[in-house]
């Protein structure tokens, strides 16, 4: 069982930046991926950014060149380093891993983003 616990969100206004974090329980260093997912109101849950165990990564169109994932393997955390926030960007934001490929996925609780225009 891994458990993920997402810090740092808040509401901040267009043009600002936050930056988000998620603790987990497991070594995350042999974790195959983590990620930060997102869910506006009436919305389903869409991804914004992956890292996987090769350090590789891969974002939604709507956040590249905005948002960084990075991953500290020596305190078992992710972050998720968001820029230039536009009012869009309001969701909740949640910390997802997956131990291996084909293994289910976990998830934290969530943490609320709001961009005021």
């Known amino acids: 069982q891994v458990q993920l616990v997402e810090s740092g969100g808040g509401l901040v206004q267009a043009g600002d930046s936050l930056r988000l974090s998620c603790a987990a329980s497991g070594n995350i260093s042999r974790f195959f991926r983590m990620g930060w997912y997102r869910q506006a109101p009436g919305k389903q849950r869409e991804l914004v950014a992956h890292?996987?165990?090769?350090?590789?990564?891969n974002y939604a169109d709507s956040v590249k060149g905005r948002f960084t994932i990075s991953r500290d393997n020596t305190k078992n955390t992710v972050t998720l380093q968001m820029d230039s926030l536009k009012p869009e960007d309001t969701a909740v934001y949640y910390c997802n891993a997956k131990r291996f490929p084909i293994s289910g996925d976990y998830w934290g609780q969530g943490t609320q983003v709001t961009v005021s225009s």
């Open positions: 890292i996987f165990i090769t350090d590789s990564t």
